[in-house]
């Protein structure tokens, strides 16, 4: 079978050859290809596959017209687990002798390869390729670095050099194969050109290729990211790019982490500070996207739990050893919301600062209040009970969708609660149009219409203390962040109980406990319950029954009853959350 597929290859090769060269490419196979020096990169991705086996053959073509090709290469390889594959071939180059001391005084050696998988199907992918070898590259380098060299010394303008470097890269670039990505789709839509070569102009020496190709991406990015520095949107879309943000040096900060927290909450700010910060190389560029996402998250963050995660994630730019300033919740809290003028010293500074108060008032507070912690534990997010009294609704109102639910006809004394509900985006349908406003509402459902109605920020970093709460499910924020709030508690010491239908007395108890979170009780007020069956409700529930039936957030049935054992539907669930939405409003 290989062998039959290896002529295949050939045959193949030599019809592309006789077809001028032109390229056959598979919807599951796709190959790039990358030259420096004498060694070319063949690589690519299998689509529609983990593994496979892929064959490269490379071929050079002494004479066109007697099709007189020649193997100079040939191997199997496995692909990776995501599919990756990658050769490394040595092409070989006659040099013309004298040396030509002009780019068009060279002449390529053609070959043309042929990868193709080995499972019995027609995938392959093949190419031509036109090899300038080193003497060729090295000219290149060497006329680019005379023009750097001539800004550099004075002895030329910006602009000459920059043209000079354009007139080089418009003659050898589609000979070079640098793979230069974010380049080549600046140059789909170019509109700064000139700009890009100033820039490249204006970097240090080209030792090899690899040189100019950083250059070139890093140009191009800076450059179209300042031609988005208004648009939001065109910016983050860049970041989602790995290739961009190589090319910018915010691959590997840690502020991407950050920067991925905190992107609902503030992502378009972030990506604006970023983009219209004054940077001019690749350390620049990193300082100013770290300066962007941590000063705005920070003005974001509401609960200790936030800073401390932001901190200890970005304890190396920050360069602080949070575990070592043993910071309470009440002190972390002193640095949500703060505004940093010019640069992030000034987090280390709050930091000193609060701990010189400490000491200043014989203090050593190790909670920052009720169930708070020590330490900042080791490398992750630690988790921490943040005061009521210290927390604060955050500012943001959720973006309003359009809503026209058709299966909400008898339930009039719900409707208003329903729209306005899924106008906010606190509650979701059930597709096609359907709100199913008779279905029971599950645990992590209620909760999240619960913390998305307060505005509750959720920390994603938040560790899970129940087993049945997955961190990569939907639910995962909402649930933990709720947790180390004490805002809910699971049906068992290690289970939340994800999937099951919520009680009506535990829908009270974790609405009150979301209001007192906020610091939205008088503590100090105690009521009755007055419903008919009180001795069907738990004792933990009792209290916060009754401050909801008193303050009309909650109703019994016609008989006088609660059914505190029962269950509530979304269209109750909708009814209360308006409720209390309406009531913090109040209070606030």
């Given at each position: 079978?290989?062998?039959?597929?290896i002529?295949c290859?050939?045959?193949?090769?030599?019809?592309l050859?006789?077809?001028?060269?032109?390229?056959?490419?598979s919807?599951?196979?796709s190959?790039?290809v990358e030259?420096?020096?004498?060694?070319?990169?063949?690589?690519g991705n299998?689509?529609?596959?983990?593994?496979?086996?892929?064959?490269?053959?490379?071929?050079?073509v002494?004479?066109?017209?007697?099709?007189?090709?020649?193997?100079?290469?040939?191997?199997?390889?496995?692909?990776?687990?995501?599919?990756?594959?990658?050769?490394?071939?040595?092409l070989?180059?006659v040099?013309?002798?004298?040396?030509?001391?002009?780019?068009?005084?060279?002449?390529?050696?053609?070959?043309?390869?042929?990868?193709?998988?080995?499972?019995?199907?027609s995938?392959?992918?093949?190419d031509?390729?036109?090899?300038?070898?080193?003497n060729?590259?090295?000219l290149?380098?060497?006329l680019?670095?005379e023009?750097?060299s001539?800004?550099k010394?004075?002895?030329?303008?910006?602009?000459?050099?920059?043209?000079?470097?354009?007139?080089?890269?418009?003659?050898?670039?589609?000979?070079?194969?640098?793979?230069?990505?974010?380049?080549e789709?600046?140059l789909e839509?170019?509109?700064?050109?000139?700009?890009?070569?100033?820039?490249?102009?204006?970097?240090?020496?080209?030792?090899?290729?690899?040189?100019?190709?950083?250059?070139?991406?890093?140009?191009?990015?800076?450059?179209?990211?300042k031609?988005?520095?208004?648009?939001?949107?065109?910016?983050?879309?860049?970041?989602?790019?790995?290739?961009?943000?190589?090319?910018?040096?915010?691959?590997?900060?840690?502020?991407?982490?950050?920067y991925?927290?905190?992107?609902?909450?503030?992502?378009d700010?972030?990506?604006?500070?970023?983009?219209?910060?004054d940077?001019?190389?690749?350390?620049?560029?990193?300082?100013?996207?770290?300066?962007?996402?941590?000063?705005?998250?920070?003005?974001?963050?509401?609960?200790?739990?936030q800073v401390?995660?932001?901190?200890?994630?970005?304890?190396?730019?920050?360069?602080?050893?949070?575990?070592?300033?043993?910071?309470?919740?009440?002190?972390?809290?002193?640095?949500?919301?703060l505004?940093?003028?010019?640069?992030?010293?000034?987090?280390?500074?709050?930091?000193?600062?609060?701990?010189?108060?400490r000491?200043?008032?014989?203090?050593?507070?190790?909670?920052?209040?009720?169930?708070?912690?020590?330490?900042?534990?080791?490398?992750?997010?630690?988790?921490?009970?943040?005061?009521p009294?210290?927390?604060?609704?955050?500012?943001?109102?959720?973006e309003?969708?359009?809503?026209?639910?058709?299966?909400?006809?008898?339930?009039?004394?719900?409707e208003?609660?329903?729209?306005e509900?899924?106008?906010?985006a606190?509650?979701?349908?059930?597709g096609?149009?359907?709100?199913?406003p008779?279905?029971?509402?599950?645990?992590?459902?209620?909760?999240?219409?619960?913390?998305?109605?307060?505005?509750?920020?959720?920390?994603?970093?938040?560790i899970?203390?129940?087993?049945d709460?997955?961190?990569?499910?939907?639910?995962?924020?909402y649930?933990?962040?709720?947790?180390?709030?004490k805002?809910v508690n699971?049906?068992?010491?290690?289970r939340?109980?994800?999937?099951?239908s919520i009680?009506?007395?535990?829908?009270?108890?974790?609405a009150?406990?979301?209001?007192?979170?906020?610091?939205?009780?008088?503590?100090?007020?105690e009521?009755e319950?007055?419903?008919?069956?009180?001795?069907?409700?738990?004792?933990?529930a009792?209290?916060?029954?009754?401050?909801?039936?008193?303050n009309?957030?909650?109703?019994?049935?016609?008989?006088?009853?609660?059914?505190?054992?029962g269950t509530?539907?979304?269209?109750?669930?909708?009814?209360l959350?308006?409720?209390?939405?309406d009531?913090s409003?109040?209070?606030?």
């Open positions: 079978m290989k062998n039959r597929l002529s290859l050939i045959v193949l090769a030599i019809v050859l006789q077809c001028g060269m032109c390229v056959f490419a919807d599951d196979l190959s790039n030259i420096t020096g004498d060694k070319m990169r063949i690589y299998l689509t529609s596959r983990e593994e496979n086996e892929v064959l490269l053959r490379v071929m050079r002494d004479d066109e017209a007697d099709l007189d090709a020649k193997t100079i290469y040939i191997e199997q390889k496995s692909t990776e687990t995501n599919g990756y594959y990658e050769f490394e071939v040595t070989e180059d040099a013309p002798e004298p040396l030509p001391t002009t780019l068009d005084g060279f002449e390529p050696t053609k070959y043309v390869y042929s990868v193709g998988i080995l499972d019995g199907t995938d392959y992918d093949s031509e390729i036109e090899f300038y070898g080193e060729y590259q090295n290149v380098m060497k680019i670095n023009a750097k001539a800004l010394s004075g002895s030329t303008s910006e602009l000459d050099a920059a043209e000079d470097i354009k007139n080089v890269l418009d003659e050898a670039y589609s000979c070079l194969y640098l793979g230069a990505q974010g380049y789709d600046y839509n170019a509109t700064d050109i000139e700009t890009v070569m100033k820039y490249v102009a204006n970097q240090p020496k080209v030792e090899a290729l690899s040189d100019l190709k950083n250059q070139l991406n890093e140009a191009a990015m800076v450059t179209m990211l031609d988005k520095k208004n648009d939001a949107e065109g910016v983050k879309q860049m970041i989602e790019n790995e290739e961009y943000r190589k090319a910018l040096g915010i691959n590997d900060t840690t502020a991407l982490i950050t991925e927290d905190f992107y609902n909450l503030c992502g700010k972030m990506a604006l500070g970023y983009a219209q910060s940077f001019n190389s690749i350390e620049e560029s990193t300082e100013a996207f770290e300066f962007a996402v941590i000063s705005e998250s920070l003005k974001e963050c509401v609960t200790a739990s401390r995660t932001l901190l200890t994630t970005n304890q190396g730019i920050l360069k602080i050893d949070v575990d070592s300033y043993e910071l309470t919740n009440s002190e972390l809290l002193k640095l949500s919301g505004v940093l003028e010019a640069e992030l010293g000034e987090i280390k500074e709050k930091i000193l600062d609060i701990i010189a108060d000491k200043s008032n014989n203090s050593s507070n190790n909670g920052g209040g009720s169930g708070g912690n020590k330490g900042g534990g080791s490398g992750g997010s630690m988790i921490g009970f943040v005061p009294s210290a927390v604060e609704k955050p500012t943001t109102v959720p309003k969708t359009s809503v026209d639910f058709k299966d909400i006809a008898g339930f009039e004394w719900a208003e609660s329903i729209k509900l899924a106008e906010k606190i509650v979701n349908g059930k096609e149009n359907r709100f199913e008779s279905a029971n509402v599950t645990r992590e459902e209620f909760l999240k219409m619960l913390v998305l109605a307060l505005e509750i920020t959720t920390d994603k970093n938040a899970s203390a129940f087993a709460v997955k961190a990569s499910e939907w639910y995962a924020e649930v933990n962040t709720a947790f180390s709030c805002i699971g049906i068992s010491a290690d939340f109980g994800i999937g099951e009680k009506r007395e535990d829908a009270a108890i974790i009150y406990r979301a209001l007192d979170s906020l610091a939205l009780l008088n503590q100090e007020v009521f319950c007055e419903f008919t069956d009180i001795d069907s409700i738990s004792e933990y009792y209290s916060a029954i009754a401050f909801m039936e008193n009309q957030l909650i109703n019994g049935y016609e008989d006088g009853s609660f059914k505190a054992q509530i539907t979304r269209a109750e669930a909708a009814v959350i308006k409720r209390i939405i009531f409003n109040r209070v606030l």
